[in-house]
Every structure is written in C-alpha cells, then in structure tokens.
C-alpha cells in the first residue's frame, strides 16, 4: 500500500518513521510544504525507492514563502511529484487569497511547462477556484485531490475534471467522508494518511495507518476488505502507469 499523503518531514523522528513504514512495505508520497523543505526531505528517501519526495508550496503559506517560487522551479526538473500545493478558501487564509491564485498559476505553469507532474492537492473550502485553475493549465499533470471536503455538486466537477481522490482514516471516520467517497469512481480513489497533522483517537496518524481505511473503504464499496485491497492496488497500478507516460524514460517507482 502506498500513503499518497504524508508529511514525513514534520514527525519528531522522521528517520524512525522511513525505516518502520519501508519494514511494514508502505510506499509514502512525502509531501512538502515549502521548497526550501525539499532537500533536507528527499533526503530520507535515499535508498528507498519505495519513497517519492514532492515538491510543496502550501496555499496556507502563501504569501509568506511566495520568494521561494524560484527555488521550486530550480527543484522541479529533481522529481516528478508536486505537493502539497493547492488553494485554501477559509477565513484565516482568505486574505492572502490573491498571494494563492498566484503561487498556484505559477507553479502550475511550471509543471505544465515541465511535461507534466502527478500533483498532491489541497482544496478546502476552494474546489471550483482550484479546478477552474487547473483548467487553464491542462498540461500540469495528473491532480490527486487529497482529504476531498467539497459539495457532492463539487465532486462532480473534480470527477468530469479527471482529478484523483486520497482518502485517510481520518475522513473517513466521519459522515461526510464516508458520503463523498461512496460518490467517487472506486477506480479513483488512492489511500493517504495526511500524518502528523491528521489524527485518529487523539494520536497522529502514521504512514502504515492507511491500512484503517481499508475496512471502511470495503463498507461504503459494499465489499469485503480483500475487494477493496484489490481496486486500491490496482488503482496504484494505474496511477503509476499514468504517471510514467507523463514523463516516459523516468523512473516513477515500482
Ligand atoms: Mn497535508
């Protein structure tokens, strides 16, 4: 199993969580939120190949790290993974909202320009505005809307927008989620943890806990566990597959 989101960098120990998830076999698209955190964070993945580093710029922080705009560029032709990026349309970020459209129109730009990334994307509160951006740049690359919280309305849009869906314990553990995801094409969806942020019973999420999504994953599918274990590595399969033609002679992962 693969955790399509997770901040590796951002655990007290993140070498301890690299060696546990690569014993327990759990791939882990580790997700930045700034590119001067890139460096320091592709480099607990050396020599695990199982470990894809993507290069962030978090809407939250905007404004602040809007400089760094260069740097992601510089890093871009470094990987094929972008994220976490996005838009946030809450009120604390609502007033850096044009620092947003501006940090997301270049970096999607630059991945348009680079061929094409598979990009790990926040969108809360700011479904429409996001899609409405990517739909300008239609050769970004492959959009996985992680922790998906729009309308069923807005679920559409992002379906009919070909976007990609990672789903954690976390949403799942509430009505809403369990909801939404019932809406998404099964062969869509992808698991996240959104770690350390995103908790379960009080306790910080860790990249093996993606394995808590399977059971209700199966119940809102109306299968048993092994079906859906089955459609999540298939659609990994997949996404791989769609991730290596964007970029073909590139090694993407196994
Ligand atoms: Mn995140």
């Known amino acids: 199993m693969i955790d ?27 997700v930045t939120n700034t590119p001067s955190a890139w460096q320091g964070t592709s480099k607990l993945a050396v020599s695990k190949p199982t470990i894809r580093t993507a290069l962030g710029l978090h809407p939250q922080l905007a404004k602040q790290r809007k400089h760094e705009l260069r740097l992601f560029d510089e890093l871009l032709t470094h990987t094929e993974f972008v994220g976490e ?62 922790w998906f919280s729009g309308t069923k309305g807005q679920l559409t849009q992002a379906i009919e927008a070909d976007c990609w869906f990672s789903v954690g314990p976390s949403m799942l553990a ?13 062969s869509r969806v992808l698991l996240e943890t959104d770690g350390p942020f995103a908790q379960l019973h009080g306790a910080p999420l860790s990249p093996w806990d993606v394995t808590l999504a399977i059971r209700p994953l199966a119940d809102a599918w109306q299968m048993e566990p092994d079906g859906a274990l089955a459609q999540l590595t298939l659609n990994e399969q997949v996404l791989k597959t769609s991730a290596r033609a964007l970029n073909p002679g590139r090694a993407v992962g196994r």
């Open 4 to 30: 399509f989101h997770c901040h590796l960098d951002l655990y007290p120990d993140p070498n301890a969580i690299v060696e546990r998830a690569e014993s327990e076999g759990i791939g882990v698209l580790s």
């Open 85 to 146: 990026i996005g838009l946030d349309g809450t009120p604390p970020y609502r007033p850096f909202w044009q620092d947003q459209l501006d940090v997301l129109d270049h970096i999607l730009k630059s991945c348009e320009a680079a061929g094409g990334k598979v990009i790990s994307a926040h969108t809360r509160q700011a479904v429409v505005p996001f899609l409405e951006r990517l739909s300008i740049y239609p050769g970004a690359g492959l959009a996985i809307l992680h």
């Open 174 to 186: 509430g009505a809403k989620g369990r909801d939404l995801v019932q809406a998404m094409p099964r």
